[in-house]
């Protein structure tokens, strides 16, 4: 029995051993536990791959949000790159010699605390009556802006380029003749005009109206400006020439003259400017350049008159109806060395056969522009209006017009 018991308790340790063996294998796994583990994992593929399909495709849901988002603040950088004041006294250095004192007031009132040039002339007899800022008045001259618009003007109209009834397609949806594209300075009207002319034939007449050349007989110190000598086509060529005067260097002296030309039909005087009682007593006017442009500067006046009733040029708008017309062309551009903005404004007004030729040349900053150029020279036609300089420079014409004149100059 004892032998039989010991047998039995060296079976029982062996058996305890065995189990016990960390090298035994674990018994294989079933088939279900397989299939199912599978199963699973397709699953899980399958799922991934139907996500990323789906966030290609479908918009991304947003998660709702109590907190109430704020749009972006924009603000708006200007780079600004003009070196010229927008406001000055504009008297520093003038001579008053010879000037006539009330033109002078009224000129240097409207003017304001502008950086900038006034002249006054008779465009009857090329006479200067003033100049405010006479330095800037005879500088090497600046880019005319819109100005040279009233060159094209007269070269399209002379030429048979356009008619006052000739409507041009200024855009897809758009057309506009000569009245509405001087009152509204369009630049695609000009441009169109421009080409059809050629580089050659818009040169011509800008000589011919006083560009490139110097206006004055004997002006002191005045400058001759310039006319570019081929296309500028590396600044937008002919057609850009044509309406915002690019290559070309205008002097407010040009311009009055200019002016005085058109006033005049075509009679082109040199600008004179006396400075003594001498001077001032032997004054006779003196006939530079003629053209005979009655008929062109008909067609064009409704578009000058045009700018300042409705047009680019309102605020030289006159008051009232007794106020004797004003006929303008505004100018707004940078020159092109971006050294300054500027304002031009070229104008003249009619009382009987009397014209006042009126330029204002503003520069500065973004302040500057066409449009206050012309409330400037409206306010030196005002001024005098209130002043009844009309009447009383010229007194034969006040007694041939009457108390029709007189009611006119005292508003």
Same mark, same amino acid.
């Given at each position: 029995?004892?032998?039989?018991?010991?047998?039995?308790?060296?079976?029982?340790?062996?058996?305890?051993?065995?189990?016990?063996?960390?090298?035994?294998?674990?018994?294989?796994?079933?088939?279900?536990?397989?299939?199912?583990?599978?199963?699973?994992?397709?699953?899980?593929?399958?799922?991934?791959?139907?996500?990323?399909?789906?966030?290609?495709?479908?918009?991304?849901?947003?998660?709702?949000?109590?907190?109430?988002?704020?749009?972006?603040?924009?603000?708006?950088?200007?780079?600004?790159?003009?070196?010229?004041?927008?406001?000055?006294?504009?008297? =520093?250095?003038? $001579?008053?010699? /010879?000037?006539?004192? *009330? %033109?002078?007031? #009224?000129?240097?009132?409207?003017? +304001?605390?502008?950086?900038?040039?006034?002249?006054?002339?008779?465009?009857?007899?090329?006479?200067?009556?003033?100049?405010?800022?006479?330095?800037?008045?005879?500088?090497?001259?600046?880019?005319?802006?819109?100005?040279?618009?009233?060159?094209?003007?007269?070269?399209?109209?002379?030429?048979?380029?356009?008619?006052?009834?000739?409507?041009?397609?200024?855009?897809?949806?758009?057309?506009?003749?000569?009245?509405?594209?001087?009152?509204?300075?369009?630049?695609?009207?000009?441009? =169109?005009?421009? $080409?059809?002319? /050629?580089?050659?034939? *818009? %040169?011509?007449? #800008?000589?011919?109206?006083?560009? +490139?050349?110097?206006?004055?007989?004997?002006?002191?110190?005045?400058?001759?400006?310039?006319?570019?000598?081929?296309?500028?086509?590396?600044?937008?060529?002919?057609?850009?020439?044509?309406?915002?005067?690019?290559?070309?260097?205008?002097?407010?002296?040009?311009?009055?003259?200019?002016?005085?030309?058109?006033?005049?039909?075509?009679?082109?005087?040199?600008?004179?400017?006396?400075?003594?009682?001498?001077?001032?007593?032997?004054?006779?006017?003196?006939?530079?350049?003629?053209?005979?442009?009655?008929?062109?500067?008909?067609?064009?006046?409704?578009?000058?008159?045009?700018?300042?009733?409705?047009?680019?040029?309102?605020?030289?708008?006159?008051?009232?109806?007794?106020?004797?017309?004003?006929?303008?062309?505004?100018?707004?551009?940078?020159?092109?060395?971006?050294?300054?903005?500027?304002?031009?404004?070229?104008?003249?007004?009619?009382?009987?056969?009397?014209?006042?030729?009126?330029?204002?040349?503003?520069?500065?900053?973004?302040?500057?522009?066409?449009?206050?150029?012309?409330?400037?020279?409206?306010?030196?036609?005002?001024?005098?209006?209130?002043?009844?300089?009309?009447?009383?420079?010229?007194?034969?014409?006040?007694?041939?017009?009457?108390?029709?004149?007189?009611?006119?100059?005292?508003?």
């Amino acid at each position: 029995m004892n032998a039989h018991k010991l047998i039995l308790a060296v079976v029982c340790a062996g058996a305890s051993i065995l189990m016990a063996d960390p090298a035994r294998k674990p018994a294989p796994k079933t088939t279900a536990s397989k299939s199912a583990v599978k199963s699973k994992t397709s699953t899980t593929k399958t799922s991934s791959k139907k996500a990323v399909v789906s966030s290609k495709t479908a918009k991304p849901v947003r998660k709702a949000s109590t907190e109430k988002r704020k749009a972006p603040v924009r603000r708006r950088t200007y780079r600004q790159t003009w070196t010229e004041p927008t406001f000055a006294d504009s008297t =520093i250095g003038d $001579r008053v010699e /010879g000037e006539d004192l *009330v %033109v002078r007031r #009224a000129a240097v009132e409207a003017l +304001g605390p502008y950086n900038g040039s006034v002249i006054v002339s008779d465009a009857a007899t090329g006479r200067i009556l003033s100049i405010v800022n006479q330095k800037l008045a005879m500088s090497s001259g600046f880019t005319p802006c819109s100005t040279i618009k009233l060159v094209t003007s007269v070269a399209g109209l002379v030429e048979g380029v356009i008619t006052p009834e000739t409507s041009l397609k200024i855009s897809r949806r758009e057309r506009m003749t000569l009245t509405t594209a001087l009152a509204r300075s369009n630049n695609p009207y000009f441009q =169109i005009v421009g $080409r059809e002319l /050629g580089f050659e034939k *818009v %040169v011509y007449y #800008a000589r011919m109206m006083g560009v +490139g050349e110097k206006a004055g007989l004997n002006i002191q110190d005045e400058q001759a400006g310039t006319l570019p000598e081929a296309d500028p086509k590396s600044m937008g060529g002919i057609g850009f020439m044509c309406s915002h005067g690019i290559g070309v260097d205008l002097t407010p002296l040009q311009l009055s003259a200019m002016l005085g030309m058109i006033a005049n039909n075509g009679t082109l005087n040199w600008l004179q400017y006396p400075r003594t009682p001498a001077e001032l007593e032997t004054f006779t006017p003196q006939v530079k350049r003629q053209m005979e442009l009655g008929a062109i500067v008909d067609q064009m006046r409704p578009g000058m008159e045009g700018a300042v009733e409705w047009g680019s040029g309102q605020r030289a708008r006159r008051t009232s109806e007794s106020d004797e017309p004003i006929f303008g062309k505004t100018g707004t551009c940078t020159h092109r060395d971006q050294r300054t903005h500027l304002g031009w404004f070229g104008s003249f007004n009619q009382v009987g056969d009397r014209k006042l030729v009126v330029v204002v040349l503003l520069t500065g900053g973004r302040p500057v522009s066409g449009p206050v150029a012309s409330g400037v020279a409206g306010g030196v036609y005002r001024i005098l209006n209130g002043q009844n300089f009309y009447a009383s420079a010229v007194p034969e014409l006040a007694q041939l017009l009457g108390s029709s004149l007189a009611s006119c100059c005292t508003q």
